[in-house]
């Protein structure tokens, strides 16, 4: 009796048919290095320069400085291998390759999430509770919130890995960019429910961390209502804040809608632009953004960047 996977078309190897589809010129090559070259350049600027300025060593720009490298972590799992297949038109990618960048991607869009959830607290307490604030957000309190930004990402995010690795393959063509589990469950030879089911509740846990996110600054709102000190604190320091949340989770459901319910009869370039928005904005402007609006950052950067033109 023949198996009904007998048919099967995957050998072990996946192509990224996403990559395929761009139709690879120097233009694109150019694009996609110099996009990733500067996310490298604005991201680890700011995490050199917390880490060197003493006086930045403070729970908000701890927490930014762990934003970067969740930037620096997330684009390493797509970019280099997107470079790569550019520039040697290899559209390949080994079946445990796409796994660990579908891992990669997938948690660094959750530890955004979790990130972005330790800084509202943060701002929370700062602006709310000012007096509680050294006992409420001490070092411990860091560290802990540090390690639950990562840990509860892979926590959440094993299952959906150990799930989709169970799948038998009936196909490898993946039409995206890079991997994802969704990819793998429209390759399934059978009904991926459970995949599904345990999306929906992924997606269902990271939009309760957003509406934490927006209750904290309702409470934020009210307490500034009345002090122009507040209110100059929250245009300061959760502007920026705010403005990442709302950029990331616009960038997230785009991905998450397009991944999952897009129309093949979109344009290529529309496409494309759907897929990498999530890898392209948020890493780029959260820099910038928190670069610029921030004073303590925005001051000690210019006073570098005067001494190096002294130094020349």
Known sequence: MTSVYDNTSYNGMLILAGVMDLKPTCVFLFLALLVYLLIIFFNLTLIVTIILEKSLHEPMYLFLCNLCLNELYGTSGFYPKLIYDLFSSSYMISYTGCMMQAVIIYSSFMCEFTTLVVMAYDRYVAICRPLEYNNTVSTQTVKKALLYTWIFP????????????????????????????????????????????????????????????????????????????NKKK??????????????????????????????????????????????????????????????????RLFRKYRKCTIQN
């Open 234 to 299: 929250f245009i300061g320091t959760c502007g920026p804040h705010l403005l990442s949340l709302i950029n990331f989770t616009t960038a997230a459901l785009f991905d998450l809608l397009f991944s999952r319910y897009g129309s093949k009869d979109f344009p290529d370039h529309l496409q494309n632009a759907f897929q990498v928005e999530i890898l392209v904005i948020p890493p780029l402007l959260n820099p910038l953004i928190y670069g610029l609006r921030l004073s303590e950052i925005r001051k």
């Open 154 to 229: 892979f926590i959440l995010g094993f299952p959906n890995v150990m799930l989709a690795s169970q799948l038998p393959l009936c196909g490898s063509n993946i039409d995206r960019l890079y991997c994802d589990n969704w990819s793998f469950a429209k390759l399934s030879c059978i009904p991926a429910k459970i995949i599904n089911i345990y999306g929906f509740t992924l997606l269902g846990i990271f939009m309760a961390h957003a509406l934490i996110i927006m209750y904290s600054y309702q409470r934020l709102l009210v307490a500034c209502k009345n002090s122009a000190d």
